[in-house]
């Protein structure tokens, strides 16, 4: 099935978790190429706040409303998709980046966290998913689910955040065939990124005895942002953000042994940090975001950063990343070609053909 999506300087997009992270970063960047956006969370302080400096930066061009909503909630959200119609006149786009985290062994996150952490990371995507579908069969448009990474491979110490992952990978897969079965122009995605720098852990509820940490390597979250406005504009069945995380997906489907060993061996020592663990002086995000909370792209700590991603841009531009590839194979052969060349003539090989020593 083929069909078109607008550009973003044409769309109404609805981005749920958008006060921090890759939410927030997805925001900021839609707004810089003119988007219209509905941005929601459980924070109307951060929201108004963002929604206010995309209505003050001319240099943006995009314009911001907002509604609170817990993505738990259904009918919460459904007033979302009733207010971007209300003011836009329609929904072009639905980016469901809500999510929450816990950091512990299974036996030890209360089930209670367990139940609450799929609320948001499962059932907020299904609830978003199920509205976003309804608002763009018609006439069209895409559905982007943030997964993971860890949609693909379970990691020690975060099982309840994969199982919930894994869920939502399974959900998408199945509504994207559903919906290609009954010929609906909707292009329905899961963006799985790797570790991200944002502050996803500094508000993950913890069960470690040092304060959580992602293990690395970490990317910035304006490589999540990036693919997922491309996929807003192109349809694209899944993309990881950040080569590190399709590496350990890897070595998960071709040495699942090796690959249990070698986190058994390093993922519970890079978990927790060596920071002194103070839970009184931690304010998880599991329930309800901090009321005076900052709008914030990055994690609290200074950390080694991956600013780009080669792997995701060549998995999101294969024909030029191929074009690429065969123009430099090309150039190389030539190169190889002429050098025999004067070679076997007897002709001294120009310097600039020279290899280096």
């Known amino acids: 099935m083929s069909f078109r999506l607008k550009p973003i300087r044409e769309q109404v997009i609805v981005v749920t978790g958008a006060s921090s992270g890759i939410g927030l970063v997805t925001a900021h960047l839609a707004a810089r190429r003119c988007g219209r956006l509905i941005l929601t969370g459980r924070n109307e302080n951060t929201l108004r706040e963002l ?9 943006h061009g995009g314009v911001a409303a907002f509604m609170t909503a817990d993505v738990a909630d259904e009918t919460a959200l459904r007033r979302v998709a009733d207010e971007a119609v209300r003011r836009y006149g329609r929904i072009d786009t639905w980016i469901n980046c809500a999510g929450v985290s816990a950091y512990g062994r299974v036996t ?23 509205i976003a579908v309804e608002h763009l069969r018609n006439q069209g448009g895409a559905l982007i689910n943030i997964g993971s990474a860890l949609s693909d491979l379970a990691v020690p110490l975060r099982g309840v955040y994969s199982a919930s992952k894994h869920a939502v990978k399974a959900f998408t897969d199945a509504l994207r065939m ?47 942002a990036e693919a997922i406005l491309h996929c807003a504009e192109h349809p694209v069945r899944d993309v990881f953000a950040g080569g590190g995380g399709k590496l350990l997906a890897m070595g998960g489907d071709l040495l699942p042994r090796l690959t249990d060993k070698i986190m ?23 329930y309800r975001s901090r009321p005076f909370a900052e709008l914030r792209e990055r994690a609290s700590r200074r950390r080694r950063v991956s600013e780009s991603s080669w792997y995701t841009q060549a998995s999101l531009h294969p024909f030029l990343t191929g074009a690429l590839v065969a ?21 001294p090989v120009p310097h600039s053909l020279e290899r280096p020593v």
Not at 117 to 130: A, E, I, K, M, P
Not at 327 to 347: I, K, P, Y
């Open 264 to 286: 058994e061996r390093f993922f519970f020592p890079a978990q927790p940090s060596h920071s002194v663990f103070r839970r009184r002086r931690r304010y998880d995000h599991l």
């Open 108 to 130: 030890e996150v209360p089930i209670a966290d367990q139940r609450r952490l799929f609320d948001t990371n499962y059932w907020g995507v299904v609830h978003g998913s199920r």
């Open 178 to 224: 559903e919906v290609e079965h009954d010929g609906l122009p909707i292009s329905v995605t899961l963006v799985k990124p790797a570790s991200i720098d944002t502050p996803h852990a500094d508000h993950a509820a913890s069960y470690l005895k040092g304060d959580p940490q992602d293990f690395p390597p970490i990317y910035a979250p304006e490589i999540v």
């Open 327 to 347: 123009t430099a194979g090309v150039a190389a052969t030539a190169l190889l070609w002429l050098e025999r060349s004067f070679a076997r003539d007897g002709v």
């Open 51 to 59: 929604a206010q400096e995309i209505q003050g930066n001319e240099s």
